[in-house]
């Protein structure tokens, strides 16, 4: 479930309704983000009495190493945790490498080797971006726009994920509430077996929905191919 805007559902206790019901009905995997501290307070209370069985993932796109260890010490205070499952660098045009005179990945594994970030991911909205931090073998997850109406060499990258044991998180499976067919954004999606969305949740009815098609798997048959096609011409 992606927790990025849950600011913008309603009230805290209804942000914290959702999360708890995503989670009573099977979800544990989380991601929010630095810059949305509103989302990463209400997350981190919502599952401040069940830490040990959820996985969460935040982000920054910290300029140097310095800005980089705030960030994830606000984070920490924030959520009020004392680890961070999966922290991932966020770029659209720029990677931390291992040996960069910038020093943020040196940062970030260092966080890593104490103990206080559990796993590094990158997150982009830029295809080669996405590629160069796949195949550097620094980055143990990338997060990237992946949807039904995405451009079909979005595809290349899970071949690449799943070459080099990298994990593939779909960042706006329904590409921002464009998509608004769930059934077929959901059945197109778990085609993908190394593919796991972020359901950027908006409502009480679309979670049910989700929660629905996640134990009722849309039937992958020829008219369903038909439907996603119709619907990826009339976008491309």
């Known amino acids: 479930m992606g927790a990025m805007n849950l600011e913008k559902i309603g009230s805290e206790a209804d942000s914290s309704g959702l999360i708890r019901q995503a989670y009573n009905n099977g979800v544990n995997f989380f991601d929010t983000a630095r810059k949305c501290q509103g989302s990463e307070k209400t ?5 401040y009495d069940i830490r040990q069985n ?12 310095g800005e980089l260890l705030e960030s994830v010490q606000s984070s920490l205070q924030t959520l009020r945790f004392s680890y961070i499952d999966l922290f991932q660098y966020e770029s659209n045009t720029f990677i931390p490498l291992k040996y960069g005179s910038d020093g943020l990945y040196s940062a970030m594994q ?26 550097s073998g620094f980055y143990e997850t990338i997060q990237f726009p992946f949807s039904m109406i995405s451009p079909e060499k979005t595809q290349t990258l899970l071949k690449l994920c ?8 779909a960042m706006q499976p329904l590409c921002g509430g464009i998509v ?11 085609q993908f077996e190394n593919v796991v969305p972020l359901w950027g ?10 929660l629905y098609f996640s134990k009722h798997k849309p039937q992958i048959d020829e008219k369903f191919q038909e439907d996603v096609e119709q619907i990826r011409k009339f976008f491309n």
């Open 110 to 135: 260092n966080l890593k080797n104490s103990g206080v970030v559990k796993h590094l991911g990158f997150v982009t909205e830029d295809f080669d971006m996405a590629e160069k931090a796949i195949i």
């Open 54 to 65: 959820v996985v969460v993932a935040t982000k920054s796109d910290s300029d140097s190493s």
């Open 201 to 210: 949740v908006q409502s009480k009815e679309e979670l049910e929905q989700i």
């Open 43 to 47: 997350l981190g209370d919502a599952v």
């Open 162 to 169: 799943e070459d080099n044991d990298v994990g593939f998180i």
């Open 180 to 190: 608004e067919n769930i059934p077929l954004a959901y059945g197109f999606l778990n």
